[in-house]
Structures are given as structure tokens and as C-alpha cells.
């Protein structure tokens, strides 16, 4: 079993960037890890996910070219690198994974772990 602790979020305007880490209490080479947010009153959606094992990543449309996944195998945590970011991007973020393989933005259900999430807030 793997825990997992967001940290990164904040408050900022318009256009500008944030990097969110997950850091996590095992290794997690061979998970599938993703990054999720929820807003209020709506699901929470895949915005990005990372298959290290063959190097894949995959992005919402919405994120697409703005944000950018990663992990740092050697320790342990995942990245979430936001850049250009826009009020709609307002939401708590988690991050996720199971330790399966996987393939384009797979739904929420699939996670089996989850951090308690980091609040990102984007004010225009």
C-alpha cells in the first residue's frame, strides 16, 4: 500500500504557473499515477497521467500544452508543472494511482490511492 501527500497548490493570477509534487511512501516506478481535479459541484476529472514504464503521458484536452507530468522515480514523487493557468483550472487537485498498466486519461474509479489533495485557485 502506497500513501500519498499533494503539496504545491496556491492562489494566482491569470497566466501565471504552479508546480504541484506528490510525494509518495513507496515506489511507484511501476504504477499508473495521474493527476485529477475537482471543482465544486462537478466530478472529479483526469487532467493528467504518466505510465513510466514505457514513458507515456497523456493530457486532457483542456491542459493540453500548458501543463506537463512527471516523475522523479529516485524520489519517490510526481509532478504536476502548470503553466499558463486560467480561472477555469480552479479546483482541488489529487493525485492518483494504481499499480496496473495503463493507457489514455483512465476515469477516477480505476485509483485505488489518493493524496487529500491540494487546492489550486486562479483568479482573472
Known amino acids: 500500500q502506497v500513501q500519498l501527500v499533494e503539496s504545491g497548490g496556491g492562489s494566482v493570477q491569470a497566466g501565471g504557473s504552479l508546480r504541484l509534487s506528490c510525494a509518495a511512501s513507496?515506489?511507484?516506478?511501476?504504477?499508473?499515477m495521474g493527476w485529477f481535479r475537482q471543482a465544486p459541484g462537478r466530478e472529479r476529472e483526469g487532467v493528467a497521467i504518466?505510465?513510466?514504464?514505457?514513458?507515456?503521458?497523456y493530457y486532457a484536452d483542456s491542459v493540453k500544452g500548458r501543463f506537463t507530468i512527471s516523475e522523479d522515480n529516485g524520489k519517490n514523487t510526481l509532478y504536476l508543472q502548470m503553466n499558463s493557468l486560467k480561472a477555469e483550472d480552479t479546483a482541488l487537485y489529487y493525485c492518483?494511482?494504481?499499480?496496473?498498466?495503463?493507457?489514455?486519461?483512465?476515469?477516477?474509479?480505476?485509483?485505488?490511492?489518493w493524496g487529500q489533495g491540494t487546492q489550486v485557485t486562479v483568479s482573472s
Open positions: 504518466i505510465y513510466n514504464v514505457i514513458g507515456s503521458t
Open positions: 492518483g494511482g494504481y499499480r496496473e498498466a495503463c493507457s489514455g486519461l483512465p476515469r477516477a474509479a480505476n485509483f485505488g490511492y
Open positions: 513507496g515506489d511507484i516506478s511501476s504504477y499508473c
